[in-house]
């Protein structure tokens, strides 16, 4: 069997194994917008993992939060029509469910991961390696091909509004079950992908992923949600400001190429906010490169 497959038949058998234990409350379960129109949850997901991972010296896995799905919605009828196909839900191009990766080629923007899809996160994977001196690597559009990502949050939770499993709200109410199921998913597909590297957004799951890194020996690199940039960033993108400086620091014709390239596939809401996607860019690169993992 291709090494590949046989990894994610096991990450499908082990997340199955761990769905049959989950259990979530009426409250809890309310506000779950993966499930079907009987409430039976949708199966958690394996992570997206490209066909040359194993092949790699430098395995990373890339965490985003969670998926913003509304229950009921158009988008999510495709995946009530499709239960049995969810749990690889992220190898699929659309929710139609008939194109399927790696038999089918696949698009950076066919990965339903939005901060990913919208071109953002691929070039800063390509900033990353260039940071840790990988003179050789794929193009930003070919880059998913050779890591694996997925967001750490298996189930959408939405009221009608989108809710951040790591808000203060959502906190406060203790829900401590659906925490402890997600991160016992995390566990799973750290032990059986045994990245070198795993790169996340900040914010709750830091904690839970630090205290895996001893076991499981991978280093820990933190990120800010792309989507601060949309929201004007706390100002540190304006001429003058921390970020801005940093990234003026940056000289180098690889960061000037990656980032050239970076904007011409960067699209929908990041269009309008080019340069500042290129100061986020060229900040983690100057932190990386500075730095000794």
């Not at 229950?71 to 699929?92: I, Q, S, T």
């Not at 339903?112 to 990353?128: C, H």
């Not at 001196?133 to 050779?146: D, L």
């Not at 820990?220 to 540190?236: H, K, T």
């Amino acid at each position: 069997m291709d090494t590949l497959l046989g990894l994610r038949k096991d990450l499908l058998d082990k997340f199955a194994q761990k769905a049959e234990s989950i259990k979530f409350n009426c409250e809890l379960l309310n506000l779950i917008s993966t499930k079907s129109k009987s409430g039976e949850l949708f199966p958690p997901y394996i992570p997206f993992i490209g066909k040359y991972y194993d092949k790699q010296k430098c395995k990373i896995l890339l965490y985003s939060t969670a998926q913003n799905l509304k229950y009921g919605d158009g988008f999510w009828g495709g995946y009530d029509k499709n239960m049995v196909k969810l749990a690889e839900r992220l190898y699929y191009q659309d929710n139609m469910f008939n194109r399927k990766y790696p038999e089918d080629e696949m698009s950076y923007k066919d990965i339903d991961i939005n901060p990913y899809r919208r071109g953002v996160l691929p070039v800063l994977l390509q900033m990353f390696l260039c940071a840790q001196g990988v003179e050789e690597m794929a193009n930003a559009e070919n880059i998913h091909h050779y890591v694996a990502i997925s967001n750490y949050y298996k189930f959408s939770l939405n009221n009608g509004r989108d809710i951040n499993p790591e808000s203060h709200n959502f906190a406060q109410k203790l829900h401590s079950d659906y925490y402890d199921a997600n991160d016992d998913l995390v566990r799973i597909e750290i032990e059986s992908l045994r990245p070198d590297f795993v790169i996340s957004f900040k914010g709750r799951k830091v904690n839970e992923l630090a205290s895996m890194q001893k076991k499981y020996g991978f280093k820990l690199v933190l990120i800010n949600d792309p989507a601060w940039i949309l929201r004007g960033g706390s100002g540190v993108f304006e001429k003058g400001k921390s970020w801005w400086r940093e990234a003026k620091r940056v000289s180098s014709k690889c960061v000037d190429e990656l980032v050239e390239r970076g904007e011409e596939i960067v699209n929908e809401k990041y269009l309008s906010k080019k340069s500042q996607v290129a100061t986020y860019w060229k900040k983690y690169y100057n932190d990386w490169s500075n730095k000794r993992f």
